[in-house]
Nanobody
Framework: QLQLVESGGGLVQPGGSLRLSCAAS????????IGWFRQAPGKEREQVSC????????QYADSVKGRFTISRDNAKNMVFLQMNSLKPEDTAVYYC????????????????WGQGTQVTVSS
């Protein structure tokens, strides 16, 4: 089974950057679309980005568009989320998970949610 582990979170000042990593084990993630989600205290989990199996197609929530970049390196069995110009409202636990892919659109996530990685943006 595909297992995903998030890392790279931390405390950063507004305007700063972090790169989150999603490392796969168990099998290759090369055939999987992968999404990044986040959940802030008191709020529902929301999707921030997704990427198809090849990396040719990427999607972003409006709230992060232009600031976040999703990428993947299938040879390394990893997916990344580069987060720039971070804002306090980006504070959340970030998760990666496999998702269905409908042509050019990410679909429902499937599998188990991991521990996530905490991102805190504060001065």
């Amino acid at each position: 089974q595909l297992q995903l582990v998030e890392s790279g979170g931390g405390l950063v000042q507004p305007g700063g950057s972090l790169r989150l990593s999603c490392a796969a084990s168990g099998r290759s993630l090369a055939n999987n679309a992968i999404g990044w989600f986040r959940q802030a205290p008191g709020k529902e989990r929301e999707q921030v980005s997704c990427i198809n199996h090849s990396g040719a197609y990427k999607q972003y929530a409006d709230s992060v568009k232009g600031r976040f970049t999703i990428s993947r390196d299938n040879a390394k069995n990893m997916v990344f989320l580069q987060m720039n110009s971070l804002k306090p409202e980006d504070t959340a636990v970030y998760y990666c998970i496999s998702q269905d892919w409908y042509g050019s659109t990410c679909g429902p996530p499937f599998g188990y949610w991991g521990q996530g990685t905490q991102v805190t943006v504060s001065s």
